[in-house]
Every structure is written in C-alpha cells, then in structure tokens.
C-alpha cells in the first residue's frame, strides 16, 4: 500500500543529472524529485510536524491534565463563530469531536485547559471527556480564537493580501504579527528565537533595558523630522539629562524612543555625562551613614554583636546591588514603540531578586523566568517524544497486528513478492540512467495485476 502510494503520486528521477539531461531532451516542464528528495522531504515534514505538536496526545482530551504550560491548540469556527464566546480545543477533540469542522489552528498557548464540550459550547458535548466544567477560569483569549491575527486583525492566509510577508508570534501575548506590522525587523545577518510585539514592550517596559544588551532588533529608519521628535533619554534616577526640557519626559510612553546618549554629543561630552553617572551610581550603592549607624544600634540593641550587625547590612546591601536591572538601567538605554527580537537564552539573564520578581508578578510575565515556556523547549519535547518511541511504525506492521495468523502470512507474502518486482523493475531504469514517470508506475502495477490474474487461473482445485 505505501509503495503503490509513493510512487503512483510521485514523478522521481533515480539520478539527478541525468533526470535533467532527459527533461532537456523532452522538453518537460514536469518536475522531477529523487527518491533521496522525495524521502528527506518526508522525513522533515514529519519531524516539523512532531515539532508543532509538542508532543500533544491525538487519542486523550487534555483536560484531565488541567492548565497545561503548552500545548497545540485549535478554535472551531463551527461550533464557536464571531459574535459568541471564545473557546480552544486540545488535538485530540480536534480529531474525535470536530471533524468535518471549520477550524483555526492556534499553533500552541500557555496555561490552557481544554474548553471543548463546556458551556462555550451550549448544546455540544465532548465525546472523549464529557464532564467538565462549563467554564475554564484561568484561559486568556485573543482574536486568534476567531481567525484573526496581527494588530489589522486579517485572517492568515489572507486571500486579499498580496504581499508576501511571514508570520511572527508575540512570546508575550501570544498574538500573531506581519513582519512589516511590528515597527522594527531583526539585524542582518542575526538569528533571534524569540519577539515581543511592540504593545507587550510598551507594558514591560523594563525590558528595554535588557534590550539594549541582548536584543538583535533594528530600528526602523525615521525621517529626520520624525526622529528629532520622537527621541528621549532616559536614565536610572528618571531625571532629565542636560538639554531636555521637563515636560517632554512627561509624554505618554507611546511613539516615544529612548536612546543611551544623543549622536550629536561630542566625544568630551559623552565622557563628562559618563563620569557623572559613574558617580551617582557609586553614592547610591553607597549607604548613608546615619543609616548604616542606625541598623547596627538596632542590631545591637537586639543582643546582636557590633561583627554581627556588620554582617546583616553587608548583606542587605549586597542584596540591593544584585540586581540586574537597577545596573542596567543606570547605563541607559533605547526605547521605541517597536517590537524586538531576542537570541536564545536571554531569558536567562532576567535579573531573579525578590523585587524584579515582584514586578513580573504584578505584570504577569513570571513564565518569562521558565526556559521550559519556551518555544524551542516546547518543540524540542516533540522531538524527544518521537525519539522515545523508538524508530517510526511501519504501516505494514500495525496492519499486521490487527490481523489472524493465516491473513498475516498472505499479506507479508504478497508485500515481499511486490517489493522484490518493484526492486527489479526500478534497477532497469538505474541501469540506464533514465527516469521514472508516473506513466511507468502505472504500468508496473498493471503488469502486477495481470500476472497475479494469471496466477489464479492456472491454479487447479482439487476436493477432499
């Protein structure tokens, strides 16, 4: 079944250069692939696939598993169109519950918890697991659920839209982009794994701080009118620099840049201001002393030594100096109203002290501490589950599993005696460098038939 499959939809060359030399010939603009192709194209198709699933179960409703960190996802545009509420189903619903459906593949979300069969649906139920309940609290939706993408809410594909242009999705939000949607695209020559849109950057902000360090994004170029209006600086202590006016750092955040320094600063300039900041810098590490003189008589009015109360506020300060924003944020740093791309593990060098945890918490972006939400480690678990599984199943195999013993002994007899004429039957065309047609498959396959014919009706029966 899989060689009649493979070859009778598929025009192959056994050798590439003479493939080519033969469609010269002819004249053909019919394309040719090699086995090598045809089978390595596969073979990524399947990995890809593997890869977007993450490793997703195609029989089990996820919902027993609860708010999974990720998972492949899908919105039935059947059952939950515009105008009503927005609902996600895990693959296997997608598989056993909504097939036939109109549906939206979401690619993968955090923290969902499948909604199929719930009170999202009204009259449906879900058929692999009924009992849930009518709504999952914790899930966050977006267009996405309804088809739509990007902040011109198109669908994707768009059949109105004639400009090539790939997708990208926000590790924040989670939305989908156009490239050219996103104020900024990635340096040249750069490779990043992940973006955060330009909404999601306007409401953490101080991820521009680390953006100036680790992000590979290039600005898209303004006009010079443009740009003299839109550029600011700021820096850790939010006082204006020498030179700017109070009440434009008081503009809203959006369509406002931020850059470390102006261009048009002499060299002597940029020292001096680097000076100063190494300056304040130091004085505010530095603790006062009426405080320092403070906590150690508090300390030592507790019964605690002069060496241990030394100790406590060495520690509390080098608790305060820890953190890896605060640093970052007294260098400058650029702030657009763009998004921004990011190489692998950047997340890794988010600041960890209890305050910077403390404000992912309130912006909800703790998940930005997991390397596990990431993408690539979602993908990476798809692979790794194939590979568990051991080598792929061969089709052959789990046909023959389902059936008796006499069936499983006709049909390896009749796979082998077709893999060995098709072997000979190619080898011919190997031998003479020349390609083989969809026409020459169907003739293989006929020939096959009509001796099998022959077969049978020289067979002479006999009773017992």
């Known amino acids: 079944f899989f060689f009649f499959f493979f070859f009778f939809n598929r025009s192959m060359a056994v050798n590439d250069g003479d493939a080519k030399g033969y469609l010269e010939e002819r004249g053909s603009e019919e394309p040719v692939l090699s086995l090598v192709d045809v089978l390595e194209e596969d073979e990524e198709l399947e990995e890809e696939a593997c890869a977007v699933l993450g490793g997703s179960d195609s029989e089990k409703c996820s919902y027993s598993e609860g708010y999974i960190k990720r998972q492949a996802l899908y919105a039935c545009n059947t059952c939950t169109p515009k105008g009503g509420e927005p609902a996600g189903i895990c693959l296997a619903c997608s598989y056993k519950c909504h097939e036939g459906h109109e549906l939206f593949e979401l690619y993968t979300k955090r923290n969902f918890r499948c909604d199929c069969g719930n009170g999202?649906?009204?009259?449906?139920?879900?058929?692999?697991?009924?009992?849930?309940e009518r709504v999952n609290a914790v899930n966050k939706y977006n267009d996405n659920f309804f088809g739509l993408y990007c902040i011109c809410k198109r669908p994707y594909p768009d059949p109105e839209d004639e400009v090539p242009d790939e997708m990208i999705q926000c590790v924040v939000c989670e939305d989908w982009f156009h490239g050219r949607h996103l104020g900024a695209v990635p340096a040249e020559n750069t490779d990043f794994q992940e973006m955060v849109c330009q909404s999601c950057m306007g409401r953490c902000?101080?991820?521009w701080a680390y953006a100036a360090q680790l992000a590979v994004t290039k600005v898209t170029p303004l006009s010079g009118g443009d740009l003299e209006a839109e550029l600011k600086v700021k820096v850790a202590d939010d006082r204006p620099q020498e030179g700017i006016k109070q009440e434009n750092r008081k503009t809203p955040r959006n369509n406002k840049h931020e850059v470390k320094l102006e261009e048009s600063q002499s060299q002597e300039q940029k020292e001096e201001a680097t000076a100063k900041r190494e300056e304040k810098t130091e004085q505010h590490n530095k603790p006062s002393t009426s405080s320092c003189a403070d906590s150690k008589l508090e300390a030592v009015s507790n019964g605690e030594t002069s060496n241990e109360a030394e100790k406590q506020h060495d520690v509390k300060n080098a608790k305060v100096q820890e953190?890896?924003?605060?640093?970052?944020?007294?260098?400058?740093?650029?702030?657009?109203?763009?998004?921004?791309?990011w190489p692998q593990g950047w997340r890794s060098k988010l600041c960890t002290c209890q305050k910077c945890k403390h404000l992912y918490s309130t912006l909800e972006v703790t998940f930005l501490l997991e390397e596990s939400d990431t993408v690539l480690a979602y993908e990476n678990k798809g692979k790794s589950?194939?590979?568990?599984?051991?080598?792929?199943?061969?089709?052959?195999?789990?046909a023959l599993s389902h059936m008796d013993r006499v069936q499983q002994v006709e049909l390896i007899y009749e796979y082998n005696d077709l893999k060995t004429e098709l072997?000979?039957?190619?080898?011919?065309?190997?031998?003479?460098?020349?390609?083989?047609?969809?026409?020459?498959?169907?003739?293989?396959?006929?020939?096959?038939?009509?001796k099998k014919r022959r077969r049978l009706d020289g067979m002479q029966y006999y009773c017992s």
């Not at 589950?385 to 789990?398: F, H, I, K, N, Y």
């Not at 190619?426 to 006929?446: C, S």
């Open 120 to 132: 999202k649906f009204k009259d449906f139920e879900c058929k692999i697991f009924p009992e849930k």
């Open 205 to 207: 902000s101080f991820l």
């Open 323 to 341: 953190c890896k924003l605060q640093v970052l944020k007294s260098q400058g740093f650029l702030e657009k109203d763009s998004a921004t791309y």
């Open 385 to 398: 589950s194939q590979e568990e599984e051991g080598e792929r199943r061969d089709p052959l195999m789990t």
């Open 423 to 450: 072997k000979d039957y190619l080898k011919r065309f190997a031998d003479e460098g020349k390609v083989v047609t969809r026409e020459d498959i169907q003739q293989f396959f006929e020939e096959l038939q009509a």
